[in-house]
């Protein structure tokens, strides 16, 4: 199969949506597909084909919203390529941008377009808006989120029951929803796999000691990441366990105001910043830790809470729908409510040795349903379906379908 993947953000890039697709583009190739990547380009206002033009990276203007971009909705110089690619199937991750141009190509190619749906956009508002208009803006984002998902996809994917019910109780689409919770290589984390050396050199940058406990938190350090939460929290524990530290590993807009709130709280030295990380790095930085923990409100999944279970972390997180099917209280980590439940979670495991080891372990087995393979496989069902759903619909052309036998006999799958 010659899947078209196009996305806004995209290696080098180091966030949640840029992991997703790297996993799934990895786990196709494995297993025999094509594929082929549109997105922008994120330093230049140029065009750039990539590794024998299977990457065309795209013009676009910076958001302002971290590092993405914004790209024209048809890039001209792109369109060519695209048609040589030779495409059975394009899989969108993005509604803005270069999402509208994958729509414009699904139907210019008359391609099925299978779309995923990585962000709840009405938590993120705020960033445009500056707390001024909130309420018509979400009303904006969710028409356009509707307008996107449903008059262009064949098929749509979400990565929990959370971002499901969004979509069938609030935006009530009447269409296929397939809940495939994203893949990573999560063998990648395994402690085995992190380099001892690496985690050496870490614990002596930032002044941690073999008797510390280590509290990692990993992403954007953001106002929606409830950071705060976590810091305030700490100010409790440290008076309780003054050799328990708070590793924030990641930068954001909020850095600076959280790093002075650590200080007002008296708690600057046992609260460590790490700001950005090399992806290359990140595994070992979780094998330093002791427990994961995320107080964030508007995950779609939370990749880096798998991330941590592979690298038999339990995880103490917020009781959220994004989580709660991954997290159960007492098995592989717990789930927290308020204040008083978080700091009883931790400090059990913090009291508990035993405990660690026995939720560590069962954290790892858990991370082993989110393997790259599997969600792979998932995701080659849908596009199934929406090739199926392709071949059969009455609005097909004679032209569009004899295009299909020639394919087929070309390349075969």
Excluded at 58 to 71: E, K, V
Excluded at 147 to 162: G, H, N, Q, S
Excluded at 186 to 204: A, G, M, P, R, T
Excluded at 297 to 306: K, M, N, P
């Amino acid at each position: 199969m010659r899947i078209g993947i196009f996305t806004d953000t995209y290696a080098p890039h180091i966030n949640g949506v840029a992991t997703s697709i790297l996993m799934l583009e990895n786990a196709l190739r494995k297993q025999g597909h094509s594929v082929f990547i549109v997105t922008v380009n994120p330093d230049e206002l140029s065009y750039d084909f990539e590794n024998s033009d299977r990457i065309i990276r795209i013009p676009g203007i910076p958001t302002g919203i971290y590092d993405y971009r914004l790209s024209g909705i048809y890039p001209v110089k792109a369109v060519n390529k695209i048609k040589e690619w030779n495409l059975d199937i394009i899989h969108s991750h993005t509604e803005f941008g270069i999402g509208t141009f994958a729509r414009i190509m699904a139907k210019q190619l008359d391609i099925p377009l299978v779309h995923t749906y990585h962000t709840m956009y009405e938590d993120y508002v705020h960033y445009i808006t500056k707390g001024l208009f909130d309420t018509p803006s979400k009303k904006i984002v969710e028409y356009i989120t509707k307008f996107y998902c449903d008059k262009t996809a064949k098929e749509l994917i979400v990565p929990t029951k959370k971002t499901y019910d969004l979509f069938k109780e609030k935006y009530k689409f009447d269409r296929n929803v397939h809940i495939i919770p994203t893949g990573i290589e999560v063998e990648q984390f395994y402690k085995e796999n992190s380099d001892k050396h690496n985690q050496k050199v870490i614990k002596l940058k930032y002044k941690l000691n073999d008797d510390d406990f280590i509290i990692i938190f990993v992403g954007r350090i953001a106002k929606e990441k409830n950071i705060e939460f976590l810091i305030e929290n700490h100010a409790t524990l440290v008076k309780k366990k003054k050799n328990v530290k708070l590793l924030i590993v990641g930068d954001g807009p909020d850095r600076e105001e959280l790093m002075k709130l650590s200080e007002k709280l008296n708690i600057a030295g046992s609260v460590i910043f790490t700001g950005k990380v090399p992806w290359s790095e990140i595994r070992d930085y979780y094998n330093i830790a002791d427990v994961f923990t995320t107080a964030s409100y508007t995950e779609t999944q939370g990749l880096t809470l798998i991330e941590a279970m592979a690298a038999s972390l339990p995880v103490v997180c917020l009781d959220d729908e994004a989580f709660n099917s991954i997290i159960i209280n007492d098995l592989n980590g717990y789930l927290f409510k308020d204040n008083n439940e978080y700091l009883d979670s931790m400090m059990k495991i913090i009291n508990s040795k035993e405990l660690r080891k026995r939720l560590g372990s069962q954290a790892r087995i858990s991370s082993d349903t989110y393997s790259s393979k599997y969600y792979a496989e998932r995701v080659i069902d849908v596009y199934k379906l929406a090739l199926d759903g392709m071949e059969h619909s009455e609005k097909r052309s004679f032209f569009a379908k004899a295009k299909d036998v020639v394919k087929k006999g070309f390349h075969g799958k």
